[in-house]
């Protein structure tokens, strides 16, 4: 457990030095991941290589975001 949270922390601060980092240098990044932390860095260009042909989508739209989603919503009560 404390190695996944670690992760998950660090992943949140990847976003924001990328996020940083391509704005004070205006820079872009190419990322190929399946995170949702990363996935949903502000101004992302998304492009889903699972559909034919290859389309840009938000980051919402994917299916293993969407299945990240269901099973939150599925489970919402034990949050509260």
Do not use: G
């Not at 922390?9 to 990328?18: F, P, R, S, T, Y």
């Not at 704005?23 to 559909?51: C, E, G």
């Not at 389309?55 to 034990?78: G, I």
């Amino acid at each position: 457990f404390e190695i996944q949270r670690d992760f998950e922390v660090k992943q949140v601060q990847l976003a924001e030095d990328i996020t940083a980092t391509a704005r004070a240098t205006k820079s872009q990044f190419v990322i190929a991941t399946h995170s949702p932390i990363l996935l949903s860095m502000p101004y992302a260009k998304i492009y889903n290589l699972d559909s034919y042909p290859a389309s840009v989508c938000d980051w919402t739209e994917l299916p293993n975001v969407r299945k990240y989603f269901d099973f939150f919503m599925q489970h919402r009560d034990e949050f509260e």
